[in-house]
């Protein structure tokens, strides 16, 4: 019998962290799953108060939604142990909120780059500046890479669970190579999708000077709830950390639905199946 999901969130007391709570909460709710709130401390005796300031939030909760979450307080590195509390727990997502990047981050890639290259698990960020009531559009930029592929498995199954619509955003390329094969990717992926049930749509838009701008035009112009985009250390992104980068710091303030692609093989078989 398949454990019921478990909704990760890295919890510190921010607005943007209990806009993930709330993210979290709307997940568990509407896949009978439940909260993980986990706070990483830096020192042993900082362990006992902070219990009770987490149980705080808790109780500041509907007492439906107390029932759904539990707390954990860890003394640790958060950006460390992160991707390790994902494993140990079989989350099925860690929701985080964010709050950009910053300075020398947004060249060298946020903490929370750095924690999905090095995490298996799926991750749902947020920046906590829009509201999302509903999750009824998806938008996923696209390739010709098959580990474009993959990612797809994941956010199909939130679209599903949501009655929510992906739409698959293609790049027109100059190169007939490179076009054709995204054009056969996707042909694979809309089978996967018809035969799921998931409601779709198949767009391509010129890559011009900035795919990542004419992205999140095409975002805004269909009302988009979240962005989906997998991280992968090389492909059609010359620099994979500012492309995902970019998607967390979307203008928008989408949240992103995201994975490490390359651990998507490496990783437990079933790291996807239950969202």
Same mark, same amino acid.
């Given at each position: 019998?398949?454990?019921?999901?478990?909704?990760?969130?890295?919890?510190?007391?921010?607005?943007?962290?209990?806009?993930?709570?709330?993210?979290?909460?709307?997940?568990?709710?509407?896949?009978?799953?439940?909260?993980?709130?986990l706070? $990483? %401390?830096? =020192?042993? #005796?900082?362990?006992?108060? +902070?219990?009770?300031?987490?149980?705080?939030?808790?109780?500041?909760?509907?007492?439906?939604h107390q029932k759904l979450i539990d707390t954990r307080v860890l003394v640790g590195d958060l950006y460390e142990d992160i991707a390790k509390a994902g494993e140990l727990l079989d989350a099925s997502l860690i929701v985080m909120g964010t709050h950009g990047a910053h300075g020398f981050q947004k060249i060298f890639g946020s903490h929370a780059v750095k924690m999905i290259s090095h995490s298996s698990t799926p991750f749902l960020i947020t920046k906590g500046k829009k509201t999302v009531e509903k999750i009824k559009t998806i938008v996923?930029?696209?390739?010709?890479?098959?580990?474009?592929?993959?990612?797809?498995?994941?956010?199909?199954? $939130? %679209?599903? =669970?949501? #009655?929510?619509?992906?739409? +698959?955003?293609?790049?027109?390329?100059?190169?007939?190579?490179?076009?054709?094969?995204?054009?056969?990717?996707?042909?694979?992926?809309?089978?996967?999708?018809?035969?799921?049930?998931?409601?779709?749509?198949?767009?391509?838009?010129?890559?011009?000077?900035?795919?990542?701008?004419?992205?999140?035009?095409?975002?805004?112009?269909?009302?988009?709830?979240?962005?989906?985009?997998?991280?992968?250390?090389?492909?059609i992104i010359t620099n994979p950390n500012s492309f995902i980068q970019s998607m967390i710091e979307n203008d928008l303030n989408l949240p992103l639905l995201t994975v490490n692609a390359e651990e998507l093989n490496l990783s437990k078989g079933n790291i996807v199946t239950s969202l």
């Open positions: 019998m398949q454990n019921a999901p478990l909704y990760l969130i890295p919890f510190d007391f921010s607005e943007v962290s209990l806009s993930a709570l709330k993210l979290g909460i709307d997940l568990a709710e509407a896949n009978n799953g439940n909260v993980m709130l706070h $990483i %401390a830096s =020192k042993q #005796s900082e362990k006992k108060e +902070l219990k009770k300031k987490i149980k705080a939030i808790v109780s500041e909760q509907t007492k439906d996923l930029p696209f390739s010709f890479e098959k580990k474009t592929i993959q990612v797809i498995n994941f956010a199909a199954k $939130i %679209a599903k =669970k949501f #009655s929510a619509t992906i739409h +698959l955003v293609g790049c027109h390329d100059k190169d007939e190579w490179l076009e054709k094969h995204m054009k056969n990717n996707q042909k694979i992926v809309r089978g996967h999708l018809e035969t799921n049930g998931v409601n779709h749509v198949i767009a391509n838009i010129s890559i011009g000077s900035n795919f990542e701008k004419e992205l999140m035009k095409y975002a805004e112009s269909v009302d988009a709830d979240l962005m989906a985009a997998g991280y992968y250390q090389d492909g």
